[in-house]
């Protein structure tokens, strides 16, 4: 029996990961875990806390702009050091990079070096 308006209007949806709430249907850990691999990249603490923040943020806003994404993780991270110490956890790029393993297509703009990207 359903428990929550979630389940009655979503009989058939799948079960979401209790730390990644807002992650796309179609994304889980080991998603993220393969594309970091493919691109060189361990996955530690910090880069599930960019991922679940990316997440939160296109949940919000479905179509954010690069700037506002840009803005948005410099102003999470600015206790660690902003989009520099981004850049050093996620060298593709916080925006680009950070995106793909969220499951996230990216926003336009967001392969420009100046927006976060430096493929």
Not at 7 to 23: G, M, S, W
Request: contains cysteine; glycine residues 10%; negative net charge.
């Amino acid at each position: 029996m359903a428990e929550t308006m979630r389940d009655i209007l979503n009989p058939n949806a799948r079960e979401t990961d209790p730390n990644f709430p807002n992650a796309p249907a179609d994304w889980n850990r080991a998603n993220a875990e393969s594309v970091a691999g493919a691109e060189g990249l361990n996955l530690g603490d910090d880069h599930w806390v960019v991922i679940g923040a990316l997440q939160r943020l296109f949940a919000d806003d479905a179509a954010p702009s690069a700037r506002q994404v840009h803005d948005a993780l410099e102003e999470r991270f600015h206790d660690r050091g902003g989009l520099k110490y981004l850049f050093g956890i996620l060298p593709g790029g916080p925006i680009a990079q950070g995106c793909r393993l969220a499951g996230l297509d990216a926003p336009a703009g967001a392969t420009d070096s100046s927006f976060g990207s430096v493929q």
